[in-house]
Structure formats: C-alpha cells, structure tokens
C-alpha cells in the first residue's frame, strides 16, 4: 500500500502537546470535523478535554507526525467539533492513511487489553521499554502482538467474479470469499480450501495480488485471485447464504474503498474492460 505512513518499532519516544493522538473510547475514535473533513487532534487538544488514561503507545509516523494511541475508560466532554466515531464505520470517512494508524491504534490497544498477564504463569505483565511487546517479571515469557493471517480471494470465470452473502453481514452486501489460515497451512490451501468449504467450487492458477492488515482486531489479509477449475456453487448455509457469478454489469452492493475486498474487485474490473 502506497501511504506515508511509517511504523516505528526501535524509538522511545514519550508524545508531546503537537503529536497526534488517535484516541479510543469504547471502540470509537475521537476525530475533529470540518465540514466534511475529519482529522485526528493532537494531545494539546486532548488535554483541554480533559481525557484521562493510564499509557500511550507510539504507532508511527505520518511525515513528521509522531502518531500514538491511548484508550480513556471514562466519558469526555466533546464539545466545539470533536466526535466520536465507531471504528466500524469511520473507514470510508478518513484519509486512507489515518484510517491504517486507527487500525493499528485499536490492534495495539486490544493488544495490551488481552495480555495483561502471562499465558504461560499467569503473573501480572509489564510493557517491555524498547519494543512493543509484554515481558513476564517472574518466567521472562515474551509477549508481542499477535497478527492472524486469512486469505481473501477473486474467484474469476471468464468475464465473471464470484461474489458471495455472507449471513453475518449487516446488509445486502455481497463480497468476495474469505477465511483464516489453519494452523501448519500454506497460503495455497487456505484459498483451496475456503473456496470449497464455502461454495463447493474447485480453484486453479491462485495468484497473490496484494496484502493488508485489517486490524479488527488483529488480522492480516492476503488477497489473491484464483481461476474457477471445476463445481457448481453449492453454499455452505452457515457462514455463505447465498453466492453467484457477477459481471460488471450487475454488481449488487459491494464493499466500500479501503477495503482489500474492494482493491481485488476494481482490478477484475479493470481486467475486463
Ligand atoms: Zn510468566
């Protein structure tokens, strides 16, 4: 992904009044509005808010722009422009690029959330200094943040793309096929296999075409394109309710911009032009 947006994984770094903080409260990101136009406030500004936590952590760097995230467990005031913005529908509202630090905002912050102490002895963790990661004082169990690869995939035939309902969707959306990677399985067979558990279809020629994280909470998505081998689409009634051969023409209601779903579907449609 083309963004100037870099992490910082090796700087001790503590946020001064002009950073920018990507502050969450209850899975909503606070964002300043101007008209149309949501940007995210720097601490000064948070501050005046009077928002109360306990840490902070350093994302990246947008530009000069340190950028870091903290969680507050009680209400703030919002007064003047500032709103709060449910993390599933502030994507298509952000910039690309601040939208990928929100991501990584809420993955670290759930992060630190669930690993407060040792999988291993069960004592009480600590944030390691120079590194995102937990340390246990009493087994030196080393704790980083954890990134669950799944696979997304264009199944092509001929001029058409297979599209499918998934029953857990909010709407009539219909998007392409998915599903995390088994433990012990390469990439491959995580396409193979989703496809066929999913709609009954059978895939060749499975190409990668790019990668991104989807960080609610903690995912990584591989997306591919696959060429329809063999099968008639026979739905799996639990996760895909229905599914069907797309052309251009008749798209029904697909994923928003941002997406990885929708990066794979514009190039199909860019393909057969
Ligand atoms: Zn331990």
Redesign the pocket.
């Known amino acids: 992904m083309e963004n100037n947006f870099n992490i910082l994984s090796n700087i001790v770094k503590k946020s001064t009044p002009e950073d920018l903080c990507f502050l969450i409260f209850k899975g909503s990101l606070l964002v300043k509005r101007n008209g149309d136009v949501l940007s995210i406030p720097v601490f000064d500004e948070i501050m005046k808010l009077g928002a109360k936590y306990e840490k902070e952590f350093l994302l990246g760097k947008i530009e000069d722009k340190f950028c870091f995230a903290i969680e507050v467990s009680s209400e703030i005031k919002l007064e003047n422009n500032f709103e709060l913005i449910s993390l599933y529908e502030i994507g298509p509202l952000l910039e690309e690029e601040l939208f990928l630090v929100a991501g990584r905002a809420n993955q670290i912050l759930n992060w630190d959330r669930t690993h407060r102490f040792?999988?291993?002895?069960?004592?009480r963790?600590e944030d390691k200094i120079d590194e995102m990661a937990k340390v246990?004082?009493?087994?030196?169990?080393v704790m980083y943040p954890v990134i669950c690869p799944a696979i997304i995939v264009a199944v092509i035939k001929g001029d058409k793309i297979l599209l499918a309902h998934n029953g857990g969707f909010k709407n009539d959306m219909y998007s392409l096929i998915a599903g995390f990677v088994e433990a012990g399985e390469d990439l491959e067979s995580t396409v193979k296999r989703e496809v066929f558990e999913e709609v009954g279809i059978n895939v060749k020629n499975i190409k990668y075409y790019k990668s991104s994280p989807w960080s609610f909470p903690n995912s990584l998505m591989v997306g591919f394109f696959a060429e329809y081998e063999s099968g008639e689409i026979k739905v799996d009634g639990k996760e895909i309710v229905d599914a069907q051969w797309f052309s251009k023409e008749n798209f029904p209601n697909i994923p928003k911009k941002f997406t990885l779903a929708r990066k794979l579907i514009d190039k199909f449609i860019e393909k057969v032009k």
């Open positions: 040792c999988g291993k002895c069960g004592s963790t246990c004082p009493s087994c030196n169990n």
